[in-house]
Structure formats: structure tokens, C-alpha cells
């Protein structure tokens, strides 16, 4: 830890330097000759980001202009150890050095920036205290990226668009490899996750700490010159009635800025989108339970939703040692109070949980799907969720939510803390980025925010793309956040042609991170794969202990380690059109000798080996995978 104070040449302020515990990055903040408040960070003596600005802008004043730094604190190490329900590290130990920075704006009126730095990025956000109301406008924060540096970035959908006005859902297909300064292909700008890298160093933002009274963020859709900086929900997306930027009476306290910062191992092992969210509420461990699930929906559909196919679900769930089964839309109208308590007994007496799906919406969009609008109000969540554990449900799945505006995010964080009190489980769907959420309420089992596996059922062109989708959001939309893809299916799929082989299929098992993973796979098509792949899935731990970055490149190919107790389980696939050869170095494992699963001859076949360490090579298949098993 050290504290470093400078004078810039450049600059006519004093310029003040934080440090992570490590000394490799290093963050200092000045104001410039505009008397803007500016930024920039290096790692091992490397600009990561050139001058960025800091800043707010609020109906009360304008706290990004005519800026005078007139203090900071001392550097303080901050440390965080918590548990996470679900994710890619169960024990998490969090440091950081800490500093805060109060500035004055031309009236006098202070605020203050305060910067985290750890070895794996840095977090930041702003504070205006006093009493009285603080009404947000706009935000300056910038991340200026050399002329040279890269992006994966996905575009947010324009609000009210696509079906029934659901839009944005975080649904878009990814832009990979681009330059930085690519204008997004509309005025809603790029969701959050962003990835970039600059030199050798990679660059993953994100936003923590959302506690209901805050909108949601994302990047502006003009980064001219390689200076993107925060951008604003649509006005369209807010609850019925609802409020679209925060408007916090008393102290107002942003969501934290959040960069990973490092190696692409270094990112892809960080856990700061938790780290910087709020420690868990209170939930029954009792019935805080990670796992699987059988869902019917992803390839029957609605026709799947009645009481004997669900029952037949509930028996697959209970033959592959998974913990839950999901009954979609139309529950209510299709099987009905009754004979839902009828399959949730049932499914008890198989030791599966129940789950059950609900439509979050008002009037917001035109969908039509139900049960709808059951869970606007405080006394229609108590209701509802007393109806539900009378039944016997695990849990709620709920749909088709409307955007990131603060009521909506209210809404959603309502949901999460009524949930929590009740003893359920929640999945959110037709959703934002869940933000650090899951550990916030550990009962957040997951959010799909993502452009899933549904998609793929839909069209064949979404078919054609779905393995460089993949292939793209464990570095992206999986990085820090529950993701519901809904993965893996061995057979076929209704009126198209799967583009992926089994593979690729079964290490998405292993490659996503779900708090409850929710296979697409039916019955019919898991009986069609060997016995050993069965066997795989059905010993396949509910939640990992520990991971490994392996290799990887975004959109192209991902290798991931995962530890549960005493296994290790690594999984890879290649999403090119072309054999990939790939080295692993499985050092700490010693000379341990795993099973391993890859793909045979055909496209819908499975070979069975074995993968020993310290080293080895694997060639994957076109749009293949693998997946080892170390005991």
C-alpha cells in the first residue's frame, strides 16, 4: 500500500495516486486546466486508460464543471470475506486500498469520489451528502482507451421494440473484436458488461451496488475518439407511473464503477462485480439449494405446459439426480391450482422442487402470457407468494420485465427482498444484468439477460450464430453475474438444424455458471446419449468451489477449470469452423490421470478417454467440446 503524491507537468492541479495492494495498477486523479476532474490508470507503469472524466451533473447543481480538488483522505486497505450461494468461487476474500477524494464545485458545494483499488481492478463512485433532495440528470465518467485498442461489446436494444415491446432484454448478439470508438448501431448505446483490451491488458466494466434506488447504466453509443463514458436508460423504460433517473432525498450514493483490470486470466477469475455488491439478506439456508433443472418449455413449448408432461419432467429430473423442475407460462390456466399442488407433492416424494413461472408485467409491454401483473403491488406479492408455498413451490421464475429505469429497478429489488422474507427462490427472465444482485440475495439462483439457447429454437439463422454467442459470454455477460442460458440438447430440435455437436453441447454444463442450470434436453433426447454421459450429468456438482482460466480467446474458444470439494472438472469448446489444437497445462494436478468426454466421429456422437496431467493436448472439433473429470 503506498500513498504518492505528484505534480503533473501537464497538469496545473496536484494530482493525487492510488495504489492496489500489489503496486501494479495505479489510478491518479487530478483536475485539469478546464477544471474537470480526470483520471487515469497504468499497470506495471502502462496506460490502461488515458485522461477520463469524472463527474455528475443533478437538477441541484453541476458537480463535473469548474472543479477544485481540496482533499483526500488517507489510503485505508479495505477487506471483504463473504460466501457465495452460487458462482465461480464458494469463499471470496476481497482487498482493496481505499481512498476518497472531495472536490468543490465553482458554488462551493463539495462532493466526493471514492476509488477501491485491488490487484484484479478498480471500483468507484460518488457521494453528495447533505439533507434535501438530489435529483440525478446526467453523469460524466469516461474510460478513454488508446486509438489501437479493442471491443466486444453488445448493443442494448432500443426500448419497446422486438416482441410485444419487451425490449431491452439484453438479448442482442455480441460485436467482437472491433475498434474502440465504433459507434453503436443505435441511440441506446452498449450493455454492461463491456470487454476491451488495450496492449496486453484486458478491460472488463460494470456497475455494483444497486440497492432499488438507482437507475441501471450502461455506455453512451458515441465513443468518438476511443472515450466511452456512462449512458442513460431510455424514458420509456420505467414502470407504470414510475420515475426514470434516481431522485434520492439526503445523501445520494452511486452504484459503483466497477474494471477488471489484468491478463485475461486475471479478469476472467475476478469476482469484483460481487465484491463492490452489498452483503447477503438474511435466507433460510435450508432451502438456499443451487442445482439443476428439467424444463420442458425449451423445445415443446407451450404444448409442453400440461400436467402429464410435467409430471414426466419432474420423473426425468428425479432419474438424473437433478433438484428442480420448471413449469412455464400458462401454468395456471393449463393445469390449475390444484393439480399444480398435486405435481409439486409428487415432485417432493422424488426429492425435485417445484418451480413456477409468472409475468412480471403491467402495462409496460403487450404481452399476454400468465399468470400476469399478480405482482405489482406489495399486498399482490404477499398474496402470491403465500399462494405459492401453499402449493408447495420452490420458486418463481418471472418474465418480461421493463427496462432500466429506477422504478423498474425498485420493482426488481421489491421482488428480491419479499422473495427472501417468503422463502423463495427467484429466477428472472426478459431481464437486466443482475449487477451483483446474487450476492445482495442469494436466493437470486439466476437472470437470463443474454441472448440463450431459446433464441437458437426460434430462427435458424440465431441457430447458425449460437456457437460464437457462446463462445462469447464467459468472457462477457457470464463474467460476474448468474446467467440462465438454458443449455445442452443431444437430439434435435423442432424445424431446424442444430449447428453445434454434442461436445460443444455437454462442457456448456460445465463452462456456464447458474445458480439453478436449467437443462433444454428432453427425455426423449437424453436417452439417446451413453450411459457415461448420463453419468457425467447426473454426478455433476450444484456449485464450484474454485476456478482456473485455462485459455481462451472471446467468440472463438473457452477452456475453464472448475473445483467442487476434491474434483476438479474441465471443460472447453471451440466455436470456429475449423479443428483448434490447444496445450492445457493441468500442472496443479499432478500426475492425475481424468475421464474425459470429447466428440466422436459424427456430429451427434461421443468418444470416451482419458486426459492425463501435468500436460496435455486436445484437438476440438468444429463447433465441438470436451469435458475431463479429475477425482
Do not use: C
Not at 173 to 193: C, E, L, R
Not at 383 to 397: D, P, S, T, V
Not at 460 to 484: C, E, G, S
Not at 603 to 617: T, V
Amino acid at each position: 500500500m503506498r500513498y504518492i503524491t505528484s505534480l503533473l507537468l501537464a497538469l496545473p492541479a496536484l494530482a493525487q495516486a492510488l495504489s492496489s495492494p500489489d503496486g501494479q495498477l495505479q489510478v491518479d486523479v487530478s483536475v485539469n486546466e478546464q477544471q474537470q476532474l480526470v483520471y487515469t490508470v497504468q499497470r506495471a507503469g502502462q496506460p490502461v486508460l488515458l485522461a477520463s472524466r469524472l463527474g455528475l451533473l443533478l437538477e441541484q447543481g453541476d458537480f463535473a464543471n469548474g472543479l477544485k480538488l481540496v482533499g483526500s483522505s488517507q489510503v485505508k486497505p479495505h477487506r471483504e470475506q463473504y460466501a457465495l450461494a452460487a458462482g465461480k468461487k464458494r469463499q471470496v476474500d476481497y482487498r482493496a486500498n481505499e481512498q476518497s477524494f472531495t472536490v468543490a464545485n465553482a458554488k462551493g458545494r463539495q462532493f466526493s469520489v471514492t476509488l477501491r483499488a485491488s490487484n484484479d481492478g478498480l471500483a468507484l463512485r460518488y457521494t453528495v451528502a447533505g439533507a434535501g433532495r438530489k435529483t440525478f440528470k446526467d453523469e460524466l465518467t469516461g474510460f478513454a482507451f488508446a486509438a489501437d485498442a479493442r471491443a466486444w461489446l453488445q448493443p442494448m436494444a432500443v426500448a419497446k421494440t422486438g416482441f410485444a415491446r419487451t425490449n431491452p432484454s439484453y438479448e442482442e448478439h455480441y460485436q467482437a473484436d472491433i475498434p474502440v470508438g465504433t459507434k453503436a448501431p443505435s441511440h441506446a448505446g452498449w450493455v454492461f458488461p463491456a470487454l476491451f483490451r488495450t496492449g496486453s491488458t484486458w478491460v472488463a466494466l460494470t456497475e455494483a451496488g444497486m440497492d432499488g434506488r438507482f437507475h441501471a447504466s450502461r455506455l453512451h453509443s458515441d465513443a468518438t475518439g476511443g472515450v466511452y463514458r456512462i449512458g442513460l436508460p431510455e424514458a420509456s423504460e420505467v414502470s407504470t407511473g414510475g420515475h426514470l433517473l434516481a431522485n434520492i432525498d439526503g445523501t445520494l450514493t452511486t452504484p459503483w464503477r466497477v474494471l477488471a483490470i489484468g491478463s485475461l486470466k486475471t479478469v476472467m477469475e475476478s469476482t469484483l462485480g460481487t465484491d463492490l455488491a452489498a452483503p447477503a439478506v438474511a435466507f433460510d439456508k435450508a432451502r438456499l439449494k443451487p442445482g439443476h433443472a428439467s424444463w420442458s418449455w425449451a423445445l415443446l413449448k407451450d404444448d409442453g405446459t400440461v400436467f402429464a408432461t410435467q409430471k414426466r419432467f419432474i420423473d426425468y429430473a428425479a432419474d438424473m439426480g437433478w433438484n428442480y423442475t420448471l413449469v412455464d407460462a400458462y401454468w395456471d390456466s393449463k393445469i390449475g391450482d390444484a393439480k399444480m399442488k398435486e405435481l409439486a407433492d409428487y415432485a417432493k416424494s422424488k426429492n425435485v422442487g417445484l418451480l413456477a413461472w409468472y409475468n412480471s408485467s403491467g402495462a409496460w409491454n403487450d404481452t399476454d402470457m400468465t399468470p400476469k401483473s399478480a405482482l405489482l403491488t406489495p399486498a399482490d406479492r404477499a398474496k402470491e407468494f403465500a399462494r405459492m408455498k401453499a402449493l408447495g413451490i420452490q420458486g418463481l421464475k418471472v418474465d418480461f420485465f421493463g427496462g432500466d429505469g429506477a422504478s423498474m429497478m425498485g420493482y426488481y429489488v421489491d421482488l428480491l427482498k419479499e422473495s427472501a422474507a417468503a422463502g423463495l427462490l427467484m429466477n428472472f427472465h426478459g431481464a437486466t444484468l443482475p449487477r451483483g444482485w446474487s450476492r445482495t440475495y442469494p436466493h437470486l439462483m439466476t437472470v437470463e439477460a443474454v441472448r440463450g439457447f431459446e433464441f437458437a429454437t426460434f430462427t435458424q439463422d440465431d441457430q447458425d450464430k449460437v456457437a460464437r454467442q457462446a463462445a462469447m459470454i464467459p468472457f462477457t455477460r457470464n463474467l460476474f453475474d448468474p446467467m440462465d442460458f438454458t443449455p445442452m440438447v443431444f437430439g434435435d430440435i423442432p424445424n431446424i438444424k442444430r449447428a453445434t455437436r454434442n461436445g460443444f453441447e455437454l462442457a456448456q454444463s460445465v463452462l456456464f455458471l447458474s445458480g439453478i442450470q436449467h437443462y433444454a434436453e428432453t427425455p426423449d433426447g437424453m436417452a439417446t446419449v451413453p450411459a457415461y454421459v448420463k453419468g457425467f450429468l447426473r454426478e455433476l456438482p450444484r456449485r464450484w468451489d474454485e476456478v482456473r482460466f485455462l485459455d481462451g480467446e472471446p467468440g472463438h474458444f473457452a477452456v475453464i477449470a472448475r473445483r467442487a470439494g476434491k474434483q476438479w472438472f474441465v471443460a472447453g469448446f471451440n466455436a470456429g469452423e475449423q479443428p483448434r489444437e490447444i496445450s492445457l497445462d493441468l500442472g496443479w494436478l499432478g500426475q492425475a490421470e481424468g475421464q474425459l468426454i470429447t466428440d466422436g466421429t459424427g456430429e451427434r456422437e461421443f468418444a470416451e478417454g482419458k486426459l492425463a496431467a501435468p500436460a496435455a493436448k486436445l484437438t476440438l472439433a468444429p463447433r465441438g467440446g470436451f469435458v475431463a473429470r479429475f477425482r
